[in-house]
């Protein structure tokens, strides 16, 4: 188990580099991650929901994901509630504070999973998350020592350099952990280091000295690493590329951002992600909505910030807009959540750039999709994750076709665009054609970047991490027992 001093220090990626440094060797190895809070989920074949980042760790190890590999999932609604997933469907939302004091089942679910996993495969790498120097949180735990002690796991723990005082990240959480707790952990990394590696041999040296833990590798910056699908909205940033610019307000609880990867991968493409707190750039091509996990309250953020005058502007001076799923949802003329499924209860007026009305009703649709566009009949493979039905006169315009029936709307000028399918731009043809419209040209194969730089990542590790110690580390997993 990979866990960490904190939120954000690389554990993800590691995970996914070891997972396909484990395939290359020859190992079948499956990434497993007891409790991931995140908004930005992947949909699984049987149309449940992961964390986005354990979908990688499974690309990683050339697998498929599956519910199992994420069975407790939290994606925050507001600051201190979120709706819960196990083993992929939606339990409900839950205040932090209720979620804290009643964790009833959870563990069973998570090494029900765990179990399942581990029948099918040689090796298991868990993702902790956060830390588990939060000791306030230690009670009830299933995602740190708490999973490691339930399912007899050993750790290794990774602290960040990028961040400073790593030192004091690595001893301090060996001393606020009680004894057993710290007696789990067999070894430490250190991430993310900038320069020259001897120069920090002392410092690995002192940690090993004032934990007794050994160290399995001092891990420089790898800097592809942004070609990845970044997973937490600490990850997402903008990209320099060239003079095609997309420009993307930072939604408060902005969802399945995932959409941005391919684009930023383009080079021909400038990925601008804007902060709170400054005016959209005038001068984009593209102005692109994401998704939301809280529609309704997104759209009051974006109107906020003066984003809605923006974008009116930019659409008046002859600019695109594309709006998926929640993105979507907001330019619309009304968005009606009469049972309060989004936030609470009522109906407020959209953007209104397309001609559709939203309610926010019915089941959640979770499902992989594949379509086809209905201009030039291109392939489109993505993924839905949503609760809203969106009718109206734009939708006569749809521009997609799937399973049979028309998707997404297009006003009548043909400027402004919005569809419920994630992951559209990852289909390379559909890619080089739409920002072919924007009078721009595609230069890349997305997929097989992706598959390049995960090969790169193993390498990395392979050289800098000490894998055949970290194999000898791993314990065949004990008979189930609760």
Same mark, same amino acid.
């Given at each position: ?18 997972? %396909? ?30 964390? %986005?980042?354990?979908?990688?760790? +499974? ?17 925050? *609604? ?9 083993? !992929?469907?939606?339990?409900?939302? @839950?205040? +932090?504070?209720?979620?804290? %004091? ?9 090494? =029900? ?19 588990? $120097? ?14 490691? =002690? ?8 990774? !602290? ?11 001893? !301090? ?20 280091? @900038? ?8 410092? %690995? ?23 990845? #699908? $970044? ?34 991968? *383009? ?44 974008? &009116? ?8 807009? &594309? ?44 499902? &992989? ?19 809203? @039905? ?7 315009? $749809? ?5 049979? @029936? ?41 997929? $097989? ?12 590790? *392979? ?14 997993? #004990?008979?189930? +027992?609760?």
């Amino acid at each position: 188990m990979i866990q960490g001093t904190g939120s954000n220090v690389g554990k993800s990626m590691l995970v996914a580099g070891l997972a %396909r440094a484990l395939r290359l060797r020859g190992l079948s190895v499956a990434p497993f991650k007891p409790q991931n809070m995140s908004n930005n989920a992947a949909v699984t074949a049987d149309g449940g929901e992961i964390g %986005r980042a354990q979908a990688l760790q +499974a690309r990683a190890a050339g697998l498929a994901p599956h519910t199992d590999m994420n069975p407790v999932l939290l994606k925050p *609604e507001t600051d201190t509630g979120a709706q819960v997933i196990v083993q !992929g469907k939606r339990r409900g939302t @839950r205040a +932090a504070g209720s979620f804290m %004091r009643d964790k009833a089942g959870l563990l069973e679910a998570t090494l =029900e999973s765990f179990h399942r996993l581990a029948a099918q495969h040689d090796i298991i790498l868990i993702e902790g998350a956060g830390s588990p $120097a939060e000791t306030n949180l230690r009670k009830g735990d299933i995602a740190n020592m708490g999973f490691a =002690e339930a399912a007899g796991v050993p750790v290794v723990l990774v !602290g960040d350099i990028h961040r400073g005082g790593v030192i004091a990240q690595i001893v !301090g959480t060996h001393t606020v952990l009680d004894a057993h707790d710290r007696a789990r952990i067999k070894a430490f990394a250190v991430n993310r280091f @900038r320069g020259d590696l001897s120069l920090f041999d002392g410092g %690995r040296d002192d940690i090993a000295r004032w934990t007794g833990w050994p160290s399995v590798g001092v891990v420089p910056w790898f800097w592809d690493a942004w070609k990845l #699908p $970044a997973e937490d909205m600490m990850d997402i940033a903008s990209h320099a590329g060239g003079a095609c610019k997309v420009v993307v307000p930072q939604l408060e609880r902005m969802a399945n951002f995932d959409d941005l990867d391919p684009l930023a991968a *383009e080079p021909s493409v400038t990925v601008e992600i804007i902060p709170p707190g400054r005016a959209l750039p005038g001068d984009a091509d593209l102005v692109l909505i994401p998704g939301s996990k809280s529609t309704i309250g997104d759209l009051a953020y974006l109107r906020a910030q003066g984003w809605d005058i923006d974008i &009116l502007a930019h659409h008046r001076r002859g600019g695109h807009v &594309l709006g998926l799923c929640g993105g979507y949802q907001m330019l619309g003329q009304t968005i009606d959540d009469p049972d309060g499924v989004d936030g609470q209860p009522g109906k407020v007026a959209g953007l209104g750039l397309l001609d559709v009305h939203t309610v926010m009703a019915g089941d959640k649709r979770v499902t &992989l999709s594949d379509a086809r566009t209905l201009a030039g009949d291109l392939p489109v493979s993505g993924y839905e994750i949503h609760m809203g @039905r969106t009718t109206g006169p734009d939708c006569a315009r $749809a521009w997609l076709t799937l399973e049979g @029936r028309a998707e997404g709307a297009t006003s009548a000028d043909g400027r402004v665009r919005g569809s419920y399918l994630h992951g559209l731009f990852t289909s390379d043809a559909f890619r080089t054609r739409f920002l072919a419209d924007l009078g721009h040209q595609s230069d890349v194969g997305y997929d $097989a970047g992706v598959e390049a730089t995960l090969d790169a990542l193993a390498a990395h590790l *392979e050289r800098y991490m000490d894998i055949d110690r970290l194999q000898e580390l791993a314990e065949p997993i #004990p008979a189930r +027992a609760l």
